[in-house]
């Protein structure tokens, strides 16, 4: 088994609300609430969830562009919860982030070169002469040319400029990239060559990814394990495979059963779920998805389920699985 390159535990993230000409406290938007996983070297984690959910919150989280409310990050043995802001930077270089619009992740005003340059100058890495050497060799490795480099993001496609994303991401030699709805902006023909791109820089690079999504689809291609998030909380993590041949928790369920099939005479079990998300100031008691689900048991509504582990490395956060563990 590879080694685990990041541990995630108990992580929390609580926006306060604020309310009235005093601007006082009146609450919280629990936009995460205690998550925890493991990401191990040279895999692709696949963060799967409803808009709202918490999976991008997460993942700025685990950069510490948002400082958590509780809960702890390791990182190749580190915990980077605990680093100072002059140590954080030193680690980014090893952590890096492909945002979800190509449009707004790019400096308008700095040219293509500039761009990709900014990281290496930033933490201190080559020469003038080296760091035009990188870039260049970048441009190549994500398919763009030389004569790039000194064209400015405007003058590119949706799929171009999310190339200078990875191609960005990729400047600092990072061990794993923490990529947000990487291609939801883009068009379903540039998604495909996109997704491929990255699964080649995993295998040349040997880089670790956690990759956020809404598209099942999409992070069936790319994922070797799943985790689905609900109203903050992880209720399913298994092998990618495990998780669409046999899902175990109801709001997974329903999920893959949305899912389009290019088949008029499939005939999948629909599973019904009633009414909308509740909201994150608010959240249900007992499991946030008992509201919703169909096999709701009285228990449901007043105890939170554990995260557990009901076969080799299936993990489900629900009451009905309980009675299997013993």
Do not use: W
Request: one cysteine or more; proline letters at 6%; charged letters at 25%.
């Amino acid at each position: 088994m590879s080694k685990v390159l990041l541990k995630v535990e108990g992580l929390k993230k609580y926006f306060p609300i604020r309310k009235g000409v005093l601007n006082k406290q009146v609450g919280y938007v629990k936009a995460v609430d205690d998550v925890s996983f493991e990401v191990f070297e040279g895999e692709t984690l696949g963060i799967v969830g409803e808009s709202g959910c918490g999976k991008s919150t997460t993942g700025r989280l685990l950069m510490r562009l948002l400082e958590p409310t509780e809960g702890k990050v390791e990182f190749a043995g580190q915990q980077i919860s605990e680093l100072s802001k002059d140590e954080m930077r030193k680690a980014r270089r090893d952590i890096q982030m492909i945002f979800q619009d190509p449009y707004a992740s790019l400096n308008p005003r700095h040219s293509i070169g500039k761009i990709l340059e900014e990281p290496l100058i930033v933490h201190g890495m080559g020469s003038a002469k080296e760091r035009k050497q990188k870039v260049l060799e970048l441009l190549e490795i994500v398919g763009l040319n030389e004569y790039h480099i000194n064209r400015y993001p405007h003058q590119f496609s949706g799929g171009q400029r999310q190339r200078i994303g990875i191609a960005r991401a990729l400047m600092t030699n990072p061990r794993l990239i923490i990529a947000d709805e990487p291609v939801s902006a883009l068009d379903v023909s540039i998604q495909s060559q996109v997704l491929n791109l990255l699964q080649e820089l995993q295998k040349d690079l040997k880089l670790t990814y956690i990759f956020i999504s809404h598209d099942l689809g999409v992070v069936r291609h790319i994922s070797n394990r799943v985790g689905v998030m609900y109203l903050g909380k992880l209720v399913e993590l298994t092998a990618s495979e495990d998780l669409y041949a046999e899902p175990l928790h109801p709001y997974t369920q329903a999920l893959l059963a949305s899912v389009p099939v290019p088949d008029p005479t499939f005939e999948r079990e629909q599973i019904i779920i009633s009414g909308d998300i509740p909201s994150a100031s608010n959240p249900p008691s007992g499991c946030a998805f008992h509201p919703r689900c169909p096999f709701k048991k009285e228990q449901c509504s007043q105890v939170v389920p554990k995260m557990q582990e009901v076969k080799p490395g299936h993990y489900v956060a629900c009451h009905l699985y309980e009675a299997t563990q013993h």
